[in-house]
């Protein structure tokens, strides 16, 4: 269950796993993409962190909202937007049902095919996100069906984004952005917030 | 790499400060910001705001002055700025008219542009957008992101610029830009990739005798690679491209822009520049707007692109021709 200290635990847990991985999250990008997913969610998580640590928080909504900020301001590209957009709709759920650790990553999800107009299949964190969403409704979230869901954005062609204009050449290669989403999902089970 | 250049973060950063410098007279810095202003909004007008990721000198901020830009936002390099940046640069640029944000068509841009325009909303200034997609080496589709923007940005500053000093309305300048757009398109050819500072390596590998046409401002992959070949037969391949897409007839009348990629020397981008000339003038296409020069680079890509706009109004080749203040124009 998501509380302040959880929610502000997983989203150091998802910075802990960014700052390792940036080099890997940037060769996945260089395949498909301009190279600099792994620099740019590093300089934000790490920005994430920086907000989280300097105040005291008394609502998860609280905790969300300025973690959306701090990303929104500093990842940049098309990645500051979408997890920017996703966690303030966190938040906006947060505020109105916290016990709902599901509905919250919906509203995110929503918040992001919203913000990015991606559909499933599209070769996007959209790929990551609604699975994740369908497996949290049904209590069934594990590290396989995360892995699983990155895993299948490698076969996909890329629709949205950069890595669209690269059309059948996108294929055979795991979509960044739902790699670090992955990690954020990942984190939520290592966290033991569920 | 070899870069005259400090320590590769800093880039953005030193460069803003360095073309202020140049131009003290008619921009400045929002403080804390990476936002150039110009220094003599016109009050009561609409102000026009651009910007993107850098590596693209002049564009964006280059263009900031009387006559065309109240503002340009700089992201990183190639990394398309934040909404609150974009969203400043809104508030100080507004002289009580409304803001027009020109976009260029990135899925980054447009993402984070509509974001600041809703924050902007939230604070009742009045903002609306427009999107420049001229780059005719990529389908427009419901499965790509669709055309990107390129050289033909700058035209749009212009004329759009041009109009909002004559005392347009935020709803004219839209509805002006919605003719002018689609009646812009670009296509580029590059001999070498730029190198991203931060990155230290080339975009993309050619060959020493290749060039591939249809290559994207940050080293998109284009439509096709071929040995390089003399300026003549490049400037028909280019041509052709925007013959079939603009279906142009004997008399019809154009502006044209030679654009150089970063690397190209002047002297490259006038003889392919009389080479185009030579092939529209044996076509009767009427050209009465000409510009030549490096004003939508791609860091230190070698190349150039070839932009044409059909001036389908008079008052479109007024507003390309009127008085600009500006670093780059």
Not at chain 1, 163 to 183: E, K, N, Q
Not at chain 2, 5 to 17: L, R
Not at chain 2, 320 to 329: F, H
């Given at each position: 269950?998501?509380?302040?200290?959880?929610?502000?635990?997983?989203?150091?847990?998802?910075?802990?796993k960014?700052?390792?991985?940036?080099?890997?999250?940037?060769?996945?990008?260089?395949?498909?993409?301009?190279?600099?997913?792994?620099a740019?969610?590093?300089?934000?998580?790490?920005?994430?962190?920086?907000?989280?640590?300097?105040?005291?928080?008394?609502?998860?909504?609280?905790?969300?909202?300025?973690?959306?900020?701090?990303?929104?301001?500093?990842?940049?590209?098309?990645?500051?937007?979408?997890?920017?957009?996703?966690?303030?709709?966190m938040?906006?759920?947060?505020?109105?049902?916290?016990?709902?650790?599901?509905?919250?990553?919906?509203?995110?999800?929503?918040?992001?095919?919203?913000?990015?107009?991606?559909?499933?299949?599209?070769?996007?964190?959209?790929?990551?996100?609604?699975?994740?969403?369908?497996?949290?409704?049904?209590?069934?979230?594990?590290?396989?069906?995360?892995?699983?869901?990155?895993?299948?954005?490698?076969?996909?062609?890329?629709?949205?984004?950069r890595?669209?204009?690269?059309?059948?050449?996108?294929?055979?290669?795991?979509?960044?952005?739902?790699?670090?989403?992955?990690?954020l999902?990942?984190?939520?089970?290592?966290?033991?917030?569920? | 790499?070899?870069?005259?250049?400090?320590?590769?973060?800093?880039?953005?950063?030193?460069?803003?400060?360095?073309?202020?410098?140049?131009?003290?007279?008619?921009?400045?810095?929002?403080?804390g910001?990476?936002?150039?202003?110009?220094?003599?909004?016109?009050?009561g007008?609409?102000?026009?705001?651009?910007?993107?990721?850098?590596?693209?000198?002049?564009?964006?901020?280059?263009?900031?002055?009387?006559?065309?830009?109240?503002?340009?936002?700089?992201?990183?390099?190639?990394?398309?700025?934040?909404?609150?940046?974009?969203?400043?640069?809104?508030?100080?640029?507004?002289?009580?008219?409304?803001?027009?944000?020109?976009?260029?068509?990135?899925?980054?841009?447009?993402?984070?542009?509509?974001?600041?325009?809703?924050?902007?909303?939230?604070?009742?200034?009045?903002?609306?957008?427009?999107?420049?997609?001229?780059?005719?080496?990529?389908?427009?589709?419901t499965y790509?992101?669709?055309?990107?923007?390129?050289?033909?940005?700058?035209?749009?500053?212009?004329?759009?610029?041009?109009?909002?000093?004559?005392?347009?309305?935020?709803?004219?300048?839209?509805?002006?830009?919605?003719?002018?757009?689609?009646s812009?398109?670009?296509?580029g050819?590059?001999?070498?990739?730029?190198?991203?500072?931060?990155?230290?390596?080339?975009g993309?590998?050619?060959?020493?005798?290749?060039?591939?046409?249809?290559?994207?401002?940050?080293?998109?992959?284009?439509?096709?690679?071929?040995?390089?070949?003399?300026?003549?037969?490049?400037?028909e391949?280019?041509?052709?491209?925007?013959?079939?897409a603009?279906?142009?007839?004997?008399?019809?009348?154009?502006?044209?822009?030679?654009n150089?990629?970063?690397?190209?020397?002047?002297?490259?981008?006038?003889?392919?520049a009389?080479?185009?000339?030579?092939?529209?003038?044996?076509?009767?296409?009427?050209?009465?707007?000409?510009?030549?020069?490096?004003?939508?680079?791609?860091?230190?890509?070698?190349g150039?692109?070839?932009?044409?706009?059909?001036?389908?109004?008079?008052?479109?080749?007024?507003?390309?021709?009127?008085?600009?203040?500006?670093?780059?124009?």
């Open positions: 269950m998501l509380t302040v200290e959880s929610t502000i635990k997983w989203l150091n847990l998802f910075s802990e960014v700052e390792k991985n940036k080099d890997y999250l940037s060769e996945l990008d260089q395949a498909i993409g301009d190279g600099d997913h792994g740019n969610m590093a300089r934000g998580v790490a920005a994430m962190n920086e907000a989280l640590s300097n105040k005291s928080f008394d609502s998860i909504q609280d905790v969300l909202k300025t973690a959306a900020m701090a990303l929104l301001s500093k990842i940049g590209g098309a990645s500051g937007p979408l997890y920017g957009s996703a966690l303030i709709a938040a906006k759920q947060a505020g109105e049902d916290r016990s709902d650790l599901a509905s919250i990553i919906q509203a995110g999800s929503d918040g992001i095919q919203k913000r990015g107009k991606a559909e499933p299949g599209d070769k996007t964190m959209v790929d990551v996100w609604v699975p994740v969403v369908n497996a949290l409704k049904n209590n069934k979230l594990s590290a396989d069906i995360i892995k699983k869901a990155v895993q299948d954005t490698e076969p996909l062609k890329a629709k949205k984004g890595a669209s204009y690269l059309g059948d050449r996108s294929i055979g290669h795991i979509d960044p952005g739902s790699m670090s989403s992955g990690y999902f990942e984190t939520l089970i290592e966290g033991d917030t569920l | 790499m070899k870069k005259i250049i400090n320590k590769p973060e800093d880039v953005v950063d030193q460069m803003i400060d360095g073309l202020i410098f140049g131009s003290e007279d008619l921009i400045e810095r929002i403080p910001t990476n936002v150039i202003l110009n220094k003599q909004l016109s009050k007008k609409v102000a026009l705001v651009s910007g993107g990721g850098s590596g693209h000198e002049p564009t964006h901020a280059g263009f900031v002055g009387p006559g065309m830009l109240a503002a340009a936002v700089c992201g990183q390099v190639f990394t398309s700025p934040a909404p609150d940046q974009i969203l400043e640069a809104i508030k100080q640029a507004d002289q009580g008219a409304g803001v027009l944000l020109v976009i260029k068509n990135y899925s980054g841009d447009i993402m984070n542009f509509e974001m600041a325009e809703e924050l902007a909303a939230m604070d009742e200034i009045e903002v609306d957008h427009i999107v420049v997609d001229d780059d005719i080496a990529v389908e427009d589709s790509t992101a669709g055309r990107r923007g390129v050289a033909g940005t700058i035209l749009v500053h212009k004329i759009i610029g041009a109009a909002a000093e004559s005392g347009l309305s935020l709803k004219e300048l839209k509805a002006l830009a919605d003719q002018v757009i689609p812009i398109k670009t296509i050819v590059a001999l070498s990739a730029g190198t991203v500072p931060e990155s230290g390596k080339p993309f590998e050619l060959e020493d005798n290749e060039m591939e046409y249809g290559v994207g401002i940050h080293g998109e992959p284009g439509y096709r690679r071929e040995p390089i070949k003399p300026s003549r037969e490049i400037a391949e280019l041509t052709d491209q925007l013959r079939k603009f279906q142009w007839k004997a008399g019809d009348c154009y502006g044209i822009l030679v150089g990629l970063g690397a190209t020397p002047l002297m490259e981008q006038y003889i392919f009389n080479d185009v000339a030579q092939l529209l003038k044996s076509e009767q296409i009427e050209l009465p707007f000409r510009k030549i020069g490096s004003y939508m680079t791609s860091l230190d890509m070698a150039l692109s070839l932009t044409l706009i059909q001036l389908k109004d008079d008052h479109w080749l007024d507003w390309l021709n009127a008085p600009a203040r500006t670093t780059a124009w």
